[in-house]
């Protein structure tokens, strides 16, 4: 329990003063008495402050029904407020001196109660109009809903966004949420939040730095796709260019050039806003209805050759840059599987993409090469293929770069660093589970894992030997499985296969487990 301290007064019969604080406050002596001028004083500024504000309250009263004030007549209430503010100030000069006079008192008491009357003169108050004053009627306000608070981020937003490189920056969902209209409910605004993230321009991110969080960042934060997002950030609409300028004519003679054939886009005089508003709507399209509605020409001008050893490789790339404009990676936006590009860019293929400059946008079939990288990695990702197949499809369209180029030479460093040597398959004993011999043989596919088997492999050829001479089963095995998933980093290529490896043996060996609780023992101790 505490200790007392002096002159505290318990209830528990304790004498909380020490012999030593008595002792003090024997030789401090008796409190000194308050100064009979100092509260006459206080309560003469209290007084006059009581009499102002009664004076202001009544002034306000008649005013209620005055639609004009004349410029220049000073406010009552700041009068009143500085004067007595200056009474207070007075008695403090008074009180450390302690040379207050008569004649102080008496100006003190004398004082005017408000300043000489300015020489301005006003405007003769109107009298109050028996009818009401027919006034504008304001616009009314939608009622709150979802629909309405979508429009009042995308404004509020626009309002307080600051500007980066000449255009609006990201935006703390905090000072967004302070900036709303009060009649709408953290539901609705959450919910239009929601909403707004499902559209190609609104991206809602988290803080990469989670330790700057304050507890008002984190309290306005919004729940998207299993993470917190504390910051939102609306894509500026592309300007409209500007259109092509007419070519002057020249009295010198120029050579003309033959007309060349029309082709399926459309006429030779199309305009650089309707090529750019082409470009948009394909962009919107998904990718598999991009790739059906391509024009026969386009997919003839790209044979495909088959080479001896069965697979199938397009024609050489020129080069080129593609019109296509580069699709935005929605990696911790949404789901790689919901998403057309979505993969972790700090990987080797997204640093290959990184350090090849422009070659990047170099035209691969009427797509970007990063375009066409990205799918391929979202698709490993999302488990619409095989890392082992990603990879041989890299190799093919690195075989088709320009010698010499930049996107090749850091493709063939993004192979190094994904690919691993064909190894024997591992020798798994007999009367092994089946889920965990699919498991191992589905493991030695993925090139990460013949690379380095010593995180997922190694442990569970270790669990299969124990499973088979007996020292191991039951629960123990779905432990030991659990924890071969996770062992990688994220932007591994290959992690997102091995753990959905890893958590598919896991549902088969505890659904064995359900249907027989001594499915998971060896044979030998059942």
Do not use: C
Not at 113 to 120: D, E, G, I, L, N
Request: no cysteine; hydrophobic share 30%.
């Amino acid at each position: 329990m505490p200790q007392p301290y002096p002159g505290q007064h318990w209830k528990h019969g304790w004498i909380p003063l020490t012999p030593a604080a008595a002792l003090n406050k024997a030789k401090k002596g008796p409190r000194p008495k308050k100064n009979p001028r100092v509260t006459a004083a206080a309560a003469e500024a209290g007084d006059i402050l009581r009499r102002m504000r009664q004076q202001d309250a009544a002034r306000i009263r008649r005013r209620q029904s005055i639609t004009h004030i004349a410029p220049g007549v000073p406010r009552r209430s700041d009068t009143s407020t500085r004067q007595a503010d200056q009474a207070l100030r007075s008695a403090a000069r008074r009180t450390p001196t302690r040379r207050a006079t008569t004649q102080t008192t008496a100006q003190a008491q004398t004082r005017p109660s408000r300043p000489a009357t300015p020489t301005t003169p006003q405007a003769p108050a109107r009298p109050a109009a028996t009818a009401a004053t027919p006034t504008t009627p304001e616009t009314p306000r939608r009622p709150p809903s979802v629909e309405r608070a979508m429009d009042d981020i995308r404004e509020t937003y626009y309002q307080i966004a600051p500007t980066v490189a000449g255009r609006p920056g990201r935006v703390f969902l905090s000072d967004l949420r302070e900036r709303l209209p009060r009649d709408l409910s953290r539901q609705q605004v959450d919910e239009a939040l929601a909403r707004l993230n499902l559209r190609p321009d609104v991206f809602l991110t988290p803080l990469s730095n989670q330790k700057v969080l304050t507890r008002r960042d984190r309290e306005a934060a919004v729940r998207i796709g299993g993470s917190d997002a504390h910051m939102i950030e609306f894509e500026p609409e592309e300007p409209t260019p500007t259109p092509r300028r007419a070519p002057t004519p020249s009295a010198t003679p120029t050579p003309t050039r033959q007309p060349e054939a029309p082709t399926q886009a459309g006429p030779q005089n199309v305009s650089r806003q309707a090529d750019d508003a082409i470009r948009r709507a394909a962009r919107r399209q998904p990718a598999t209805q991009r790739r059906a509605e391509q024009p026969a020409q386009r997919r003839q001008e790209t044979p495909i050759t088959t080479t001896p050893s069965g697979t199938t490789s397009g024609a050489p790339v020129s080069g080129r840059p593609s019109d296509t404009p580069i699709a935005p990676n929605r990696w911790g936006v949404g789901s790689a599987a919901g998403n057309e590009i979505a993969y972790h860019d700090d990987g080797a293929i997204g640093t290959a993409i990184k350090r090849m400059g422009q070659d990047a946008r170099m035209d691969i079939d009427g797509e970007p090469l990063a375009n066409v990288l990205g799918r391929l990695a979202t698709d490993a990702v999302a488990g619409r293929r095989t890392t082992q197949e990603m990879l041989d499809e890299i190799k093919r369209l690195r075989d088709r770069l320009p010698a010499g180029s930049a996107a090749r030479r850091e493709l063939d460093g993004a192979i190094l660093q994904m690919d691993a040597p064909n190894t024997p398959p591992p020798q798994i004993p007999p009367g092994t589970l089946a889920p965990l011999r699919q498991l191992a043989e589905a493991l030695h596919q993925v090139p990460a894992v013949r690379r380095d088997p010593s995180l997922e492999l190694e442990p569970l050829m270790r669990l299969i030997d124990d499973f088979a001479a007996g020292r191991t089963g039951g629960r123990r095995i779905l432990n030991q499985v659990r924890a071969l998933a996770n062992k990688r980093h994220e932007s591994l290529e290959g992690k997102a296969e091995i753990d959905r490896l890893v958590m598919n043996a896991l549902r088969q060996l505890e659904q064995m487990q359900q249907a027989d609780r001594r499915a998971l023992y060896p044979p030998t101790s059942r």
